[in-house]
């Protein structure tokens, strides 16, 4: 599981990520909305945990501005507002719980732990785009009722391109999120998945789903390929 945690205050936010990393969680830190901002764009989350008070833009209205982009992700909001008016106005901006400070590591733990439940329940148990079907909790691939085999990477690869199908995928966002890492030699890596992938998914005379967009990244979506 990944999680963006906004905090400005660096030591607060250290303290944090290292207690959440040790129960296994991925954790990357943002010090700004706008810092925020960039990391969302970039990476899918699991959970977001925002701080209120941010230099700059408020964390309450990141927030809201998330939830008007239909941003789904939960949110758990941190702040030494304790008044019930607080909280209220925190809620109604979209936040999906409200941690108060000062705060025992534990809670943040529990509280944490329970968002994740329940977005895991919410999520569909299936992901379809034309005949190809993914299914999350079994990791189990058919396309016209075939199951497909495929390694970790590759499934990761496609899972990507189904959350998001239809949609372009940069080379960048899939290197981060399969392997959360930059390397040199990363785009011939990708591009050599998406050639297995392609001969898994897209055999001969069904409709190709697996595209590549010159220049910008790939999609799923039913249409014919373009070389990269």
């Not at 010090?31 to 699991?46: C, I, K, N, P, T």
């Not at 069904?206 to 039913?222: E, N, W």
């Amino acid at each position: 599981m990944r999680i963006l945690l906004v905090e400005d205050d660096r030591k607060a936010s250290r303290l944090l990520a290292r207690g959440l990393c040790e129960e296994g969680f991925v954790v990357d830190a943002a010090y700004s909305a706008e810092d925020a901002d960039e990391q969302l764009f970039r990476m899918d989350y699991d959970l977001i945990i925002l701080d209120w008070f941010l230099p700059g833009k408020q964390g309450l209205t990141l927030c809201a501005e998330l939830r008007q982009q239909d941003i789904q992700t939960p949110i758990l909001m941190l702040t030494a507002r304790d008044g019930l008016q607080d909280r209220v106005v925190g809620l109604n901006a979209g936040a999906d719980d409200y941690l108060t400070k000062p705060f025992a590591f534990e809670e943040l733990l529990a509280r944490t732990r329970a968002l994740l439940r329940r977005s895991e329940l919410t999520r569909p148990t299936l992901l379809k785009v034309a005949d190809l079907i993914l299914e999350p909790h079994s990791h189990r691939v058919m396309r016209g009722g075939y199951a497909i085999e495929l390694t970790q990477k590759e499934y990761a690869i496609l899972e990507i391109l189904m959350r998001r199908a239809g949609e372009v995928v940069s080379r960048s966002r899939l290197g981060e999120q399969v392997w959360s890492f930059d390397r040199l030699g990363l785009d011939n890596l990708i591009d050599a998945h998406i050639r297995n992938l392609r001969r898994k998914v897209d055999l001969p005379g069904v409709v190709p789903l697996i595209q590549t967009v010159r220049g910008r990244g790939f999609r799923l979506a039913p249409g014919e390929t373009e070389d990269a």
